[in-house]
Structures are given as structure tokens and as C-alpha cells.
């Protein structure tokens, strides 16, 4: 039996003390890593604290107030003499169109015109076959003269049976007979000559020419075609040397036409007549000028439905530029502007009070309420005075801008003495993206 030997007292009081300072060592060691790791963590909320007191008190570069300032450019108004204006929506018409039938029955011979040709009065369009109706005046040609003869052996006879009536030798009843056969003669004579000028003239009704200047229409009848006269329509023709324009303006144009042109066109005897009103043709969008002409014509009553009365113009057409039916934009003339202050159309804003411009002053945005008296796609117009000679006009717009909100003024070469005029080929450019808060 194997019996484990009994260590001394010594030795067992030893063992015991030096498991008891691991103990204790261990404890010391746990205590340590605490305060170690608790002091880091206040270290590092330490450290967070700071930075974002310091984030506080820095601003970034990029908020600094001089980096916020908006540039802008400025233009002045031009000052002009400018035409007062309305204008609206407008079509072409012919004063004189014509649809070519002809006049007397038979077979095309010939066409000498194309279709769309521009023609000439008088000028020769189409030919009938003229040989019925040659045959038809010498026939009449010879009937005269077969009347004629019978009117001299009436007269004649007359002239025998005159000294043998008042002689008795024959009753007066034989004389007054004869007298009526050389009347009857006579009477023949006129018919035949009646008869001859007639087919005079429906021999010139085979040469059919053109009533007035103008453009032809489509011409679908070819030679060898029958026509009828009066029925058959051989193709139209336009005038086209003037052209009248038709367009519709609110009613009160009334009273400045009445001041425009005195008694809207009707003078008294004795009264100087006054030119009318220049009237203008421009493109749909209202940018080209296409031809010019005057007022000539005012409707008799306004429309009840749309409060407009109806105008028409008379616009010269040499060129052949314009075309009956074309929709176009009309401008009637009005008066003058004189001194009237010019802007680009972009410059002009629209807004809950009306029309305004955006001002630069003191280095702030000041809003000035205008009136333009005349409106274009390109410039508007203001009456003389709507803004200080020395008035800056912001333009063009940038995409942001409101009164009262700081600027600065774009630092160019060309920006002081900068007018509306300079900047004209801008102002496409820019309307598009303008816009105002």
C-alpha cells in the first residue's frame, strides 16, 4: 500500500502563502485593466467633444459671405422714336380671282399655258377650234348681201311708182306696198349686219385670254376636249399684284383709328383727305416683315361674341413673294412713341402686379413696375420717363433673383455705357432661362 508521504509543517505554511499572493496579484491585475480601459473611453468622448466644439467655431471657406454674392450684368435703355403697334393673327386673299369657262361651245385646239404660270392680261390662254364658227360669219357675211340687193330693187321700185302715184296712173294701195317692201329690206339689212357681229364675236370667244394679271390654277383639260359653254371650268385665275390682308382687332381700336385717320376714311367736300394707316405683313411668329400696304377697309359693325371688329388691308404683292390663303401676322401702325425707352423682351418680367424690370442699385435688386406701350418678340417699348435716365437694368436674368437680394456687378470690359442694343443677339439666349422668384 502505497502511502503519499506527509510534507512538513514548513513547506505547507510556504505553499499556502504563495497561492495567496497569486490571488491577490490577479485581483491587482483585473483592478488595473479596468481603470486602463475606462480612461481610454473618457480619452476618446474627450476627444469627440473637441472636435466638435472646434466644427462650431470654423465655417467652411465656401459660406463666407462674399462667396455667396450673385453676379449680374446691366444694360440702359436706348432711347428712340418707336411706332405704336397692334398686331394680330391674319390670312391673304385676292382681291380679284376668276374661274375661266368659256363663252361659247366647241373643241379645245390648243393650250398655250401651264398650270401655276403667271400670265399677263390679254394674254392668250387656250384656243377653241374656230372653223364652225368662221363658216357661221361668212355665212351671214353672204346673207347681207343677198339683203342688200333685194333692199336696192325695193328702193327702186319705190322711186318708179312715186310720179305714177301722184299721177294716178296706179292706186295708192300699189305705191304703199311698195313702200313697206323696201322698209322690210331695209330692216333685213340691219339684221344681217346684227347677225354678222354676233358671230364676230363668238369667233373671238375661241381665243380665250386672260381677264386680268394673276397666277393660273391646275389645268386638267387637255386638246381634244369638249367644252360647253358657260359650264365647263377650264381652270382659275388669281390676282396676285396686291394682295389684301384680313385680320380682327378689339374694339377699342376705334378711337385711336378716329385720331389716326380723321372720319376713318370719309371726307366732306372741301376737307383735306388724310393717308391711311400703315398696315404690315410679318411671318406667323411675327419676326420678318413681308410686305407693306394701307388700310383699306373697316367693317360696319363689331362682332357681339368676341367684342373685335373686322379690318382688311391692301398690301403690295410685285414680287410675287405672298400667296393668297397664307396665314401671316398683320401689324397696323398707330401713332408714334417718341423717346421712348427700348429693352430687350427678356428684360420685361411678368408678375402677380403686372409688367416690371429688376433694377441694380447700392448693390441690391430693386423691382420697378413699367408699362410697356408696344411689345415685340425681340424689344418692348416704354413711354418717355417710365425709368431714371440713369437706370441699370439687370439683364440678362440670372436663374436666381429677388428684390432686395445683395449683387454684383459682372466685371466686364463693355459694362459701363452697355445698352439694350448690345445686347439684342443675348437676348434669344437667355429669355429661355429666365425666371424670377
Known sequence: MNMRPRLKPHAEATRC???????????????????????????????????????KTEKPASRMPGMMLTKVSVITPSVRTVPITMTAAGTLASPNAVTLTPQVSGTIDAVHVQSGQQVEKGELLFSLDAQPFETALLSARAKLEGDRAQARYAAQQVKQLKPLVEKEYITRQSYDQAVATAMAANALIAQD???????????????????????????SLQPGNLVVANNTALSTLVSNRELLVNFSLPQSVLNALSKEWPGLGQTKPGEKSVPPPTVEVLDEHAEHILGKGHLSFIDNSISAGTGTIRLQGLIDNHDGSLWPGQFVTARLTLGQIPNAQVLPAAAVQIGDQGMFVYLYKDGKVEMQTVSPARNT??????????????AKVIYPLPARIAPGMPVALEKTSNQKGQSSEQLKAESAAHSGSSRNE
Open 17 to 55: 502563502a504563495i497561492s495567496g499572493n497569486k490571488s491577490r496579484l490577479l485581483t491587482i491585475l483585473a483592478v488595473l485593466s479596468v481603470l486602463a480601459l475606462g480612461g481610454c473611453q473618457n480619452q476618446t468622448a474627450t476627444d469627440k467633444s473637441a472636435e466638435k466644439e472646434k466644427a
Open 377 to 390: 418678340t425681340k424689344e418692348s417699348a416704354l413711354p418717355a420717363g417710365s425709368l431714371p435716365a440713369d
Open 193 to 219: 349686219q346684227a347677225a354678222i357681229q354676233t358671230a364676230q364675236i363668238n369667233l373671238a370667244y375661241t381665243k380665250i385670254r386672260a381677264p386680268i394679271t394673276g397666277r393660273l390654277g391646275e389645268i
